[in-house]
């Protein structure tokens, strides 16, 4: 069971932020989520492990603001953080922020309307503008590329409550944790919507994303770089 960590009335959204040495990009994340035009949220930093002052730079956030919540952990990688993250958070929903990218102003507003008018929705995901390489690796083999556009993009995904009990969140695997959630969801019948309008920009700039790595190094470059504990989110 997924357990909701703290006081006062719970809000629409959790959203969880795993991170991993970002002291230069995760103010330009969080910003990103402090500007919504929708306030009925709660943000989650989860702190994979990060040696390079992540903390340091947050420090003024989470002491302004209330709804920032700030959890450091051993690194364990992107999935295991992902379920941290469920575990704290309160909200109705789940939803996610890749600590290199960005929402734009009414991307959590656009979800609400969408999910008013669809309560039986368990997982929305989709509204991506892609900055940077339009193609990723192939989650089956990281040799071969593929469109994003083809792919699930996990920071894109709001996942019910309910449903992330069902699935007992993410499994740790090296890469594609988000295609195997959405694959499980799936196989379970879950009622899955698309939504269009691209509200999340996706970094592909970053030379240390799991994508990159995966391009370069394939799944074996993934796991040496978790085993040396310098695997990025």
Known sequence: MILAIGAGPPPLFSVIMPAFNR???IVRAIES?????????????VDDGSRDG????LTDLIRNDDRIRYHYAANRGLAMAR?????MGRGAYFTFLDSDD???????????????????????????EVIGES????????????????????????????????L?????IPYGDDADFFERAENIGAIIHTIEV????YNRLEQDSLTAIAERAGIEGIRQFRAHGKKSN
């Open 23 to 25: 002291a230069r990009l």
């Open 83 to 87: 379920n941290i993250g469920l575990t």
């Open 102 to 128: 960005e929402y734009l102003r009414d991307h959590l507003g656009m979800r609400t309307e969408y999910l008013h008018e669809h309560p039986e929705v368990e997982l929305l995901h989709g509204g991506v």
């Open 168 to 172: 007992e969140g993410f499994r740790d």
């Open 135 to 166: 193609e990723v690796a192939d989650k089956h083999d990281p040799s071969k590329r593929i469109a994003i556009g083809d792919c699930v993009v996990g920071g894109t995904f709001v996942i019910r409550r309910d449903l992330a009990e069902r």
């Open 33 to 45: 989520v402090r500007a919504q035009s929708f306030t009925d949220w709660e943000l989650i930093v």
């Open 54 to 57: 992540t903390f340091a730079v």
């Open 198 to 201: 691209q509200t999340y920009r």
